[in-house]
């Protein structure tokens, strides 16, 4: 089966269109990359999509053209990726969406919100839609988040020592497989932010009218860290906020680490350089990255999404790992800059197949769930049989992929 996965991730920059070709083996699920595309959101939307971001106020009015306009990219670049790396042969469209809001409180979660309506999607395409993948776990109690972690434990089993699977978008999550030197099941969990308070921060000068930053919206290559010194005193503050020292399960986002947040931390440091505030961020991501694996005696973190390309926050995540071998995904087979995407693609085939998307364990949920809703593409609903074996293991044969 021919699977695009569709993800946008709280960077909210670009949607990324990945195509994979799934095909069970016995308990083995195989997945041939056969190419990514990514789509940037136009500026009045992206704009659109900002300004109605907690903590800000916005109408349901705007709630309905977000969802709409969001649907209508979402199947740009659903065309796209069937028409460029598939030959129009696409057999199922998986639709993460767009995650506006993640409803956490009181050390759960009570509901969480994707946009993007996948009818566009399943009328642009004429395929079917799997969308929605969130809110199931999270009405079985689960936290919604990371929902990677079932695609990671498929995919890192097996190997020896104490993996753990890292993405690195805007909020860093990790799936520490086989529960570390601890025992137990896998467990999963969002350490803090990755990139949301250093693009906060890039915005903010590039926003104010400061010309050398005019225009940014992030730190490319990790030039402003490379020419800042971390302020310890702002770092100890921020090191201080309460939900690191949460216990797992646990998810986050931008209703927490924002700009807000960012400008209450800075309160009463004076004016600082930009370069010394993105330096002073990226040191926090590295060290609270390190701080989460740490105690599961981890022997090597895989790294994925777009802080992996940003040397500076890699070589500061490699020094506070200490002996830690850190890695990125491409170096088995996967592709960084797509693998949420492909891992969308992977919980769109299991869902199609009637089988479970979630590992409990990592999500804190009540039981294993079935994710999503289907949305009929034009010929109607017309799904595969139900798997009769439920697949334990993910390889990757990595010879097609291509990106665009």
Not at 95 to 113: I, M, N
Not at 202 to 218: H, L
Request: glycine share 12%; with cysteine.
């Amino acid at each position: 089966m021919r699977v695009i996965g569709l993800m946008s991730g709280t960077s909210y920059d670009a949607i990324d269109a990945a195509v994979a070709d799934l095909t069970l083996e016995g308990d083995t699920l195989v997945l041939t990359p056969l190419g990514m595309v990514s789509t940037v959101y136009a500026d009045d939307l992206r704009a659109e999509l900002r300004a109605a971001m907690p903590p800000a106020a916005t109408t349901m009015a705007a709630v309905c053209r977000l969802d709409t306009r969001i649907g209508q990219a979402f199947a740009e670049a659903a065309v796209l990726a069937d028409r460029e790396l598939c030959e129009g042969r696409a057999d199922l469209i998986a639709s993460h969406g767009q995650t506006v809001y993640h409803w956490a409180e009181d050390g759960r979660v009570h509901g969480t919100l994707q946009i993007g309506e996948p009818a566009w999607i399943a009328e642009a395409t004429g395929r079917p839609v799997v969308s929605g993948f969130r809110p199931r776990d999270v009405a079985a109690g689960g936290q919604g988040a990371p929902l990677v972690s079932m695609v990671d434990v498929m995919w890192l089993r097996g190997r020896t020592g104490v993996p753990v699977a890292l993405n690195l978008g805007g909020i860093a999550n990790i799936t520490v497989v086989d529960g570390g030197s601890g025992g137990g099941g896998p467990l999963a969990f969002d350490t803090g932010p990755a990139n949301a308070l250093i693009d906060a921060a890039v915005q903010s000068y590039a926003g104010g009218g400061t010309a050398a930053y005019s225009g940014a919206s992030i730190d490319t290559d990790g030039a402003l860290a490379a020419r800042g010194t971390v302020h310890q005193p702002l770092l100890r503050r921020l090191l201080d906020e309460p939900y690191y020292a949460k216990p797992a399960p646990k998810t986050t986002g931008k209703e927490l680490f924002n700009l807000p947040y960012l400008r209450a931390a800075l309160a009463g440091f004076g004016p600082l350089p930009a370069e010394d505030v993105v330096a002073t961020l990226t040191r926090l991501t590295a060290r609270t990255v390190a701080e989460a694996v740490r105690p599961f005696g981890t022997t090597e973190v895989i790294a994925s999404g777009g802080g992996t390309r940003n040397p500076v926050l890699m070589a500061q995540l490699r020094e506070e790992l200490g002996g830690v071998r850190l890695l990125t995904s491409d170096e088995l087979g996967l592709p960084s800059a797509a693998k949420e995407a492909y891992a969308f693609a992977v919980l769109g085939w299991l869902t199609a197949h009637g089988l479970p998307g979630t590992e409990p364990s990592c999500s804190g949920a009540r039981h294993p769930s079935v994710l999503g809703s289907v949305t009929p593409g034009g010929r109607g609903l017309r799904l595969p049989e139900p798997a009769t074996t439920v697949p334990i293991e993910l390889t990757i044969n990595p010879r097609l992929f291509t990106a665009g």
